[in-house]
C-alpha cells in the first residue's frame, strides 16, 4: 500500500506556514484520503473472495500435560473459592434468619407475659375474698358455725377424728 502526502496549504503572510481551520478543507481532505486509500487497496480488480471448506475431522489435538495441570489446577482452586462464598453466604442468610427467629420469639415472649399479667389479675379479682363473701350472702349462704368446721390432721394424734383416705398397695405373693 503506497501512501500519498498531501501539501500543506498556507493563507497569504510571507515567510510564515499557517495551515487552514476551515471545517469544510478539513472534510474534504479527509474524504479524498479516504478514496485514495480505498484505490490503494483495491488495485485495477474488484475484491473476490471465494469459500475453502476445510475438513478438520480427522485431525487430533496432541495433549499438553502442563495445560491439564494447570486448567486442573485453576478448577481446584475456583471450587474452593466457590465453596468458600457459598460457605459465607449460608452463614449471612443463616444469621438473617436467626435473627428474625430471635425477633419473633421475643414478640411472643412479651404476648405471654402480657397474657400472664392479665390471667394473675383476673386470679386476684376472683379470689378477692370481699368477692366472695358477698356472692355467698346472695346465694344465701352464712359463715360456718362452731363443729362445722373440721380440719384434718394427718399426725394421727386425735384416733375419733376424721382421716383422710389412702390407698394401701397390697404385697405381691413371691413365686417360689
Given at each position: 500500500m503506497a501512501t500519498q502526502a498531501i501539501p500543506a496549504q498556507t493563507v497569504g503572510r510571507p515567510g510564515r506556514t499557517v495551515a487552514r481551520n476551515n471545517a469544510e478543507s478539513v472534510a474534504e481532505r479527509n474524504m479524498a484520503?479516504?478514496?485514495?486509500?480505498?484505490?490503494?487497496?483495491?488495485?485495477?480488480?474488484?475484491?473476490?473472495?471465494?469459500?475453502?471448506?476445510?475438513?478438520n475431522s480427522r485431525l487430533v489435538k496432541a495433549d499438553?500435560?502442563?495445560?491439564?495441570?494447570?486448567?486442573?489446577?485453576?478448577?481446584a482452586a475456583l471450587a474452593v473459592l466457590f465453596v468458600l462464598v457459598m460457605v459465607y453466604v449460608w452463614q449471612h442468610f443463616s444469621a438473617i434468619e436467626y435473627g428474625y427467629h430471635v425477633e419473633a420469639q421475643k414478640q411472643q415472649l412479651e404476648l405471654l407475659n402480657e397474657?400472664?399479667?392479665?390471667?394473675?389479675?383476673t386470679e386476684a379479682q376472683l379470689t378477692d375474698p370481699g368477692r366472695i363473701?358477698?356472692?355467698?350472702?346472695q346465694l344465701g349462704l352464712d359463715a360456718p358455725q362452731p363443729g362445722q368446721f373440721v380440719r384434718p390432721t394427718l399426725d394421727g394424734s386425735d384416733p375419733n377424728a376424721p382421716v383422710l383416705a389412702q390407698v394401701k398397695v397390697p404385697a405381691m405373693p413371691s413365686v417360689q
Open positions: 484520503l479516504f478514496a485514495a486509500q480505498q484505490r490503494a487497496r483495491r488495485g485495477p480488480t474488484p475484491e473476490v473472495f471465494f469459500t475453502k471448506h476445510l475438513d499438553d500435560p502442563q495445560r491439564t495441570r494447570e486448567m486442573r489446577s485453576f478448577s397474657q400472664n399479667r392479665q390471667l394473675r389479675l363473701d358477698e356472692m355467698a350472702h
